[in-house]
């Protein structure tokens, strides 16, 4: 035999050995627990989204699902965590806005490449963001904070969960497109900077509607507006920031599912199968929709160009803003 064909055969049986593991390895998926990390602390949109989905995964797998929140340095830490796990589906990451335009921010403390250290596994749902304000803030639409934020120059305050956290890239493009100057004020998570903003402290707070629409409903927070460039069916009356003076202004928050590089494609399709079904059920579908966000399913290819044009939209805000770690 020579020695080409003898490399060729060995070649041959190397593959077949990696498709029947593969193949094994899907036709015993799940045999333990799933873990989904959410790079955020509990509460949060991220948190939300992947405990609702995470109770209707379990069923389907027969194994437990649990939740895993690694917060800190912006969704950095628990993405760095899920980045280096085993990849053979025990590990997911929920991923979100964030995920696009945390490496242009946290450039030398992101040790992981956000392309290749993951593979999509498939879009979840989206929601546009909320700008509000506090009820003692006497302005009652995007033009009149507008209007008073001319009048005022660099007085005016608006609360985040910190440098690189949706609310502050949200605000950040409202700034820049509406042509104002206010100041941020960075907290440790999304609630203390609302739970100051109701207080009357802060003035301004930007987030996920999901994550604001029960305090806009009980009046703790004022809705001015709403991200997207549709009106919410939640909030039918609260108009779009892009109709209330701020043409063509878009900033919506997203939820996904990741895996470590290197998943068996058995195993992907699975999971992205298993979230086809659950997203397509009526009943997800009204809890996204109650929340102000909506099911948006994508699969791991469509999922992934998403992810790329996210990520030279944000990038670009990031610039224009001049925003850096701290």
């Known amino acids: 035999m020579s020695t080409l064909v003898y490399l060729m055969l060995t070649t041959v049986q190397v593959m077949l050995v990696l498709v029947s593991g593969s193949s094994l390895a899907a036709e015993t998926y799940p045999s333990k ?37 690694r917060g800190g ?17 025990y590990t997911l990451l929920i991923a979100s806005v964030a995920f696009a335009y945390n490496p242009s921010i946290f450039k030398s ?11 999509p596994v498939a879009l979840l749902g989206t929601g546009p963001g909320a700008l509000t304000v ?14 008073l934020a001319k009048s005022k120059p660099g007085i005016l305050t608006y609360a985040t969960a910190g440098v690189g956290s949706f609310q502050h890239l949200g605000t950040e493009l409202f700034r820049l497109s509406a042509g104002i100057d206010i100041l941020h004020v960075p907290f440790k998570g999304g609630g203390p900077a609302m739970a100051d ?35 919410n069916s939640a909030l039918p009356n609260l108009p779009t920031i892009a109709e209330s003076g701020v ?11 990741l895996a470590p590089a290197g998943l068996p494609v058995a195993i992907l399709r ?15 579908q009204k ?35 001049g925003i850096k770690a701290d």
């Open 287 to 321: 809890k996204f929709d109650s929340q102000g966000a909506e099911v948006a399913y994508m699969n791991s290819v469509t999922y992934s160009k998403f992810l790329k044009s996210e990520t030279v939209k944000w990038s670009k805000v990031v610039r224009d803003a």
């Open 197 to 231: 903003v109701i207080a009357g402290n802060t003035q301004i707070t930007m987030g996920s509607l999901l994550q604001l629409i029960p305090h806009i409903q009980s009046g703790r927070l004022k809705g001015l507006g709403v991200g997207s460039l549709k009106r």
């Open 73 to 89: 340095a912006g969704g950095i830490i628990g993405s760095e965590i899920a980045a280096n796990a085993q990849p053979d589906g």
């Open 247 to 257: 043409p063509g202004y878009e900033a919506n928050n997203w939820w996904g599912l």
């Open 33 to 69: 627990a799933v873990r989904v990390i959410v790079p955020f602390p509990p509460g949060g949109s991220n948190d939300i989204v992947a405990r609702q989905v995470a109770a209707e995964l379990a069923n389907r797998l027969g194994q437990q699902v649990v939740i895993d929140n």
């Open 270 to 284: 699975r999971l992205e199968n298993e979230l086809s079904s659950i997203l397509a059920t009526p009943e997800m």
């Open 109 to 119: 403390q992101v040790r992981f490449d956000p392309v290749k250290s993951f593979v």
């Open 134 to 147: 506090s009820p003692k803030l006497a302005v009652n639409s995007t033009r009149e904070l507008i209007a």
